[in-house]
């Protein structure tokens, strides 16, 4: 069974950093894609940032230069590094990997979410 395991939201004062991280684990054959979503109160959810397993990444405008995605294929995990953060980065965010595990066939996973708040 496939699991996508994410850690270190929490809450932190505009202008500061975080660094979430999310690791998937399972019997995995291949990742694809592997990033972020996140969704604020009354919103609909949005991509943050992408990377292909070739490292090809893609951004959202609104955190273009702020947020950094990288990506350790040998441990099956992503990295969001979010610097200069804004009171509207304020989320539940979701991590996403598009994969395929042993004897089933290519889907998207999703995360359980995790809280990211930014205090003004």
């Known amino acids: 069974q496939v699991q996508l395991v994410e850690s270190g939201g929490g809450l932190v004062q505009a202008g500061g950093s975080l660094r979430l991280s999310c690791a998937a684990s399972?019997?995995?054959?291949?990742?694809?894609?592997m990033g972020w979503y996140r969704q604020a109160p009354g919103k609909q959810r949005e991509l943050v940032a992408v990377?292909?397993?070739?490292?090809?990444?893609n951004y959202a405008d609104s955190v273009k230069g702020r947020f950094t995605l990288s990506r350790d294929n040998a441990k099956n995990t992503v990295y969001l590094q979010m610097n200069s953060l804004k009171p509207e980065d304020t989320a539940v965010y979701y991590c996403?990997?598009?994969?395929?595990?042993?004897?089933?066939?290519?889907?998207?996973?999703w995360g359980q979410g995790t809280q990211v708040t930014v205090s003004s």
């Open positions: 996403n990997a598009y994969l395929i595990e042993n004897g089933g066939t290519w889907r998207n996973y």
């Open positions: 990377i292909t397993s070739g490292g090809v990444t």
């Open positions: 399972g019997r995995i054959v291949s990742i694809n894609a």
